[in-house]
């Protein structure tokens, strides 16, 4: 049985021009909310929705449009705006229908309290980064909205427009907003929001029109007083918004260049799926850190996972072992030779992909590392002598041997005491997850209902289990060798 809600979009959607096929069903789950079955078979290159860019809610379309660019906010400030402002608006709202359908928020952990941050996501990839977004984005409604409060209290209430209700609709941007178009930019689009995503299964894919111009499937998470309205617009006035706008895609676009309607955007099958399967988006190539951060959930056995290990924790390591000056010197000619790690020089760190295979350029570095005082001297020598910066200086068996870039492989890299090494990067990097992350949680996490506990348990796992991967690599001398494969190199120059 169809909920009250989704009728209710269902209703919205046909009065704004959105269409979709008869054999899409949309289901209401109270605690998995809203996804899309196929009622029928559908299959590859099937249209199953097409939608007006102007249903779309972008900044070019809110009510608020003329307060939001005089006021010069743009991006994801501009569109935060506007949505809390919608909402506002209530039933008043052209989008009213859609909004009813959307939750307060998502269960991000941009909105999750400092204290949860500490303790769910310690030693994880996201621990530093969710702390900085909640000081960038109080800072951002501090310096941005606070300021349209002031110029017009009655239009920007604290009630709709105060920093919860900012944090709120910033979690619904992050997990919803798609780009549109230049005009436009990016913003919520309605029915496109609804479809679940899976990795690697993409089943419906979100484009323009025409086929001639880029797609549009990519879900974008990140960045960026005037007329005093003491009442909400009348309702004629979305029409003249609607008329300004159509005459500017008349105005900017030639139709016949695109070769189908530029105000249009489909959603297109891209494979067949059978009656009674889930319909599935890909929100793109995410690991869990990116999943949970911009989207609040995780999947298992996710093969685009990776770990980071930070160059300060590698200088840490060889520090114990020689002393800070010895391993500055090593990254000093590291850098000489023109690697670098990703990332930049205030938070520059190696990636561990989901196979547990390190980024070539932390093998080169521990490798610097490593070379006796002797080998050290005569590659640092003949690096500023020659200019060469193509290459690394190995040592075997008493003998330094220049080897270019070309010619370089892992298993060249992989000594004995580089393994060691990566073993102990293995153990320092695993450590700062604290006690919490243990094999021991399992039980007590399966099953649980907290998405918060589930969730930041999947992603430490999922991070533990590479650092096992990467043991695992490191136990076995020369592995990269069996394939027969040159490293690939990486140098930022």
Known sequence: MTSRRLRA??????????????????????????????????????????????????????????????????????????????????????????????PNKELLPLLWSLEDVDQFLCGTELHKTVKEDKTLMFEDWKENIVPLMMSAPLMFSPEFFGVEQ????RSLISSRSFEIDDFHGFGMVPLADLFNHKTNAEDVHFTL??????????????????????????????????????????????????GGD????????????????????????????????????????????IVNIDLNLVIDWSSSRFSRRYSRARVSLW???????????????FEISYDGEPQTELLILIYIMLLPEVAFNHLDMTTSLSGNYSGVMLYQKGNTIWVEDSKLTRDVLLTKDVRRALVSLADMRESLYGSRCLEKDVEMVCGVQDRKLYHSWMLCESERMILKKLRAYAAVAGQSSRTGRPSSLRKHR
């Open 335 to 349: 850098r000489k030779l023109e690697y670098r790690g990703c990332g930049n020089e205030d938070t520059e760190y």
């Open 166 to 169: 900012y944090f709120s609709v």
């Open 9 to 102: 979009f269902k209703r919205w959607m046909a009065s704004q021009g959105i269409q979709y096929t008869d054999a899409l069903e949309f289901t209401d789950s109270c605690g998995d909310g809203i996804a899309v079955e196929a009622l029928c078979d559908l299959q590859e290159g099937d249209v199953v929705a097409t939608i007006p860019k102007l249903a779309c809610l972008t900044v070019k379309t809110s009510s608020a449009c003329p307060i939001i660019e005089e006021a010069g906010l743009g991006g994801y400030l501009g569109l935060s705006v506007a949505l809390m402002y919608e909402r506002s608006l209530g039933e008043n709202s052209n989008w009213a229908g859609y909004l009813q359908l959307l």
């Open 262 to 305: 530029p105000t249009t955007l489909e959603m297109i099958m891209v494979k067949n799926v059978k009656a009674g399967n889930e319909v599935f988006n890909t929100y793109g190539l995410l690991g869990n850190a990116a999943l949970l951060h911009r989207y609040g959930f995780t999947e298992a056995n996710n093969p685009y996972d």
């Open 209 to 258: 029109v025409s086929s001639d111009v880029e797609d549009l499937n990519d879900v974008h998470p990140y960045d960026e007083e005037s007329k005093c309205w003491n009442s909400p617009p009348d309702k004629e006035e979305p029409d003249s918004l609607l008329t300004e706008l159509n005459n500017a895609y008349d105005t900017d676009s030639n139709s016949s260049e695109l």
